[in-house]
């Protein structure tokens, strides 16, 4: 259809073709310019929004108080909860975070993350045979939270801590994964 | 009145070209053969689609996709919502019937040959639709916001975070934000209702679109081979010769079926109502044994029953290579024979992967590999394995729940299936190798020898020497003398003297 409409043209009038075909195709390529960088303006904030969760500077972890070191027991593990340092206001209960707590003799802490490194099921603690097991496909882990039986890669995450002014800190903010434990 | 109707209908017609459409559509001739009962999954699936559309607009118009307020919205539809309950039921069905049908079509198709020259882009379409309603069957169970749903994305969060190097950044794309909070509700929710059905809707018209222009596969005739230089030809020359308007010459059969399914939806939404939500979605709730839809069950099964050692392997890579061979399907097998009767390998394949998920699917119904976690406080241990022992024994009995042993191990039928059952363990393991086994644990069993003071072991070990059928005799050394084995042999204990006279 065009090829004819030009041999037509050409036929007609081959001394206009010249002057106006290098004109069509000169505004066929102004218009895919035009949009292409029109298409860049929209694409670099679009672009931005969406991979901004990439972002992954670690910046999302702080100290947070788990309470009174006297709600610990010596030679106790015991769940406690945090409300997690970055949030939005209507994350709801997701944002409170569980961890186990183990007290040994003295003032010697471990904290545990809640989620297996298998798959990242609630493990839970026994008390009666010093062992956390994992819900999922049966994990298990000592007291000390090292790889006692099934299928996960490593012991349980460890978070950090410390004692300040008569109080457990923990160092969290983010879901453990094998990659990058708490 | 009526003339004045028809003048309306002919002027809108004339505009909007609606009987020319309908005529190279609906109308369009097919195969006489392809009026098949054989050839009614496909617009059964696009059935469900539709049902899937209407009813979660329907709970769109009422649900809050936040974390703090989902939960509370699905209880609010389940118990305050007018029919909310069964729209609710009718989308869940929906999505269950959708997903069996669409493999019932997937099979079917595969069968009859139909990827074969030249209808490979209709295959290819048709695996992209497969993907993206396994993905709404998942994201859908994410927006059920309960305890399912926030562990089954901590699942996922785990075997992203595997990924090598990249895993931190992609879990965290994944939850938006570090932990599984408000913003990774809202991008599953934008996934369900925006981007995965947008695409489906696009999809399913080059799927329809390719069955207009390279056809409905005919029937495949046992020895009729499909060869590029005259499949073309032969197969218009048939449309030509023997072909049917698909409306309303083929349609009768698609029409039945899916009248049917919708009923079967209705019916199924009304008998057994909707899905959950069982459990808030609080992590710290952790009273729970996540458990993933009836049609991941076999993933589950998978995950849980592979050795250790290849797990990151297969979970990175085995997705990639299913549905690389899915979509290698219609170049790995282009032209040739059609018909299942004379392709055994198609047949077997499909028959060998069916029974395969289905066979992990039933695991998965009742997981065995999973520990129960409560079996030590709601399981008693049966009578028949108290009386006649000794206190000794009946001690170690004591022990083997208090440990929470049968957690994993069960026994006369009560308890966890992780581990060994222990009816008869005395026939298998003398009470030295029990004593061993007991203290130092082994690859799927913990070693409880820190936790066992000695006489707990020697009660424990006691009492399970007595499980054993009376009929059996219990394990022995042979290293020992076989005095000493004589001696042994001999009932020697209250419990064996029990079980002597049973």
């Given at each position: 259809m065009a090829v004819k409409e030009l041999e037509v ?15 069509r195709?000169?505004?066929l390529?102004?218009g895919?310019?035009?949009n ?147 | 009145m009526i003339e004045r109707l028809r003048k309306i209908a002919i002027w809108i017609d004339d505009r909007v070209y609606v009987s020319k459409i309908f005529a190279a559509t609906a109308g369009h001739h097919v195969p006489r053969t392809s009026g098949s009962?054989?050839y009614v999954f496909g617009s059964g699936t696009l059935l469900c689609f539709m049902v899937q559309i209407v009813t979660g607009i329907c ?35 929906g999505?269950?019937?959708m997903?069996?049908i669409m493999?019932?079509h997937?099979?079917?198709v595969?069968?009859?040959?139909a990827?074969?020259y030249p209808r490979e882009m209709t295959w290819i379409s048709g695996?992209v639709l497969?993907?993206c309603t ?59 209702v925006f981007v995965i059905p947008g695409s489906i809707l696009a999809i399913v018209s080059l799927h329809l679109r390719l069955v207009l222009t390279k056809g409905i596969n005919e029937y ?11 499949y073309t030809e032969e197969y218009e020359a048939e449309i030509k010769q023997s072909g049917v308007p698909f409306f309303p010459k083929a349609i009768s059969k698609d029409l039945i079926f899916s009248g049917?399914v919708l ?240």
């Open positions: 043209i050409s036929e007609k009038a081959p001394e206009r073709l010249h002057i106006e075909m290098p004109r195709a000169f505004l390529k102004l895919f310019l035009l292409g960088v029109a298409a860049t303006m929209v694409s670099v904030p679009l672009l931005g929004y969406l991979l901004s969760a990439f972002r992954n500077d670690g910046g999302f972890t702080s100290w947070i108080t788990l309470g009174s070191l006297n709600s610990f027991p010596e030679n106790q593990t015991r769940m406690a909860k945090f409300r997690n340092p970055y949030t939005r206001p209507w994350d709801g209960q997701t944002a409170d975070i569980p961890c186990w707590v183990r007290r040994m003799e003295g003032g010697n802490f471990q904290i545990f993350a809640i989620n297996c490194t298998h798959l990242g099921c609630p493990v839970r603690w026994f008390q009666e045979s010093h062992l956390f097991m994992c819900p999922c496909h049966g994990g298990a882990f000592y007291e000390d939270g090292s790889h006692a039986s099934g299928p996960p890669p490593r012991g349980l995450y460890e978070y950090k801590c410390k004692i300040e002014d008569g109080q457990l800190w923990i160092h969290g903010g983010q879901l453990p994964t094998l990659n990058q434990p708490a | 009962w054989f709970l769109a118009l009422v649900y809050v996709p936040s974390s703090g307020q989902a939960y509370t919205s699905l209880e609010y539809l389940n118990y305050q919502q007018q029919f909310g309950w069964f729209l609710r039921a009718m989308h869940n069905w999505s269950n019937f997903v069996a493999l019932a997937l099979a079917q595969f069968l009859f040959g990827f074969k695996v497969l993907l396994l993905g709404m069957a998942f994201t859908g169970q994410v927006l059920r916001f309960d305890q399912d749903a926030y562990w089954g994305l901590g699942i996922g969060a785990a075997m992203a975070g595997r990924v090598p190097v990249m895993g931190p950044a992609i879990v965290h794309m994944m939850l938006g934000g570090p932990i599984i909070a408000g913003e990774t509700l809202s991008r599953f929710f934008t996934l369900h495949p005739v046992p020895g009729k081979l499909v060869k590029k230089e005259t049917l009923m079967g939806i209705v019916f199924c939404a009304a008998y057994f109502g909707p899905a959950g939500p069982h459990g808030i979605p609080d992590p710290t709730q952790i009273n729970t044994a996540p458990k993933p839809d009836f049609f991941f069950l076999w993933l589950y099964g998978v995950l849980s029953l592979m050795p250790d050692y290849m797990e990151t392997v297969v979970m990175l890579t085995a997705p990639f290579i299913v549905i690389g061979i899915l979509f290698a399907v219609p170049f790995i097998s282009n032209t040739g024979e059609k018909s299942p009767r004379r392709r055994p390998v198609a047949v077997l394949s499909v028959l060998f992967i069916f029974i395969v998920l289905g066979a992990f699917n039933y695991l998965g119904t009742y997981a065995p590999w999973s520990p129960k976690m409560e079996a030590w406080t709601s399981a008693a241990t049966p009578t028949n394995y108290l009386e006649g022992r000794s206190p000794l024994e009946r001690q170690g009995a004591l022990v083997f729940h208090n440990k929470q042993c049968i957690n994993c191990h069960s026994i006369g039928g009560e308890g966890g299936l992780r581990g060994p059952v222990l009816d008869s363990v005395a026939t298998r393991l003398t009470g030295d190798q029990l004593v061993r086994q007991v203290i130092q644990g082994s690859g799927n069993m913990p070693a409880y020898g820190k936790n066992l003071s000695p006489p707990e072991v020697a009660a424990l070990v006691a009492f399970m020497s007595t499980l054993h059928k009376p009929t059996e005799a219990p394990a022995r050394d042979s290293t020992r003398s076989a005095q000493a084995a004589s001696e042994i042999k001999q009932p020697n204990t209250t419990a064996e003297m029990a079980n002597a006279k049973r």
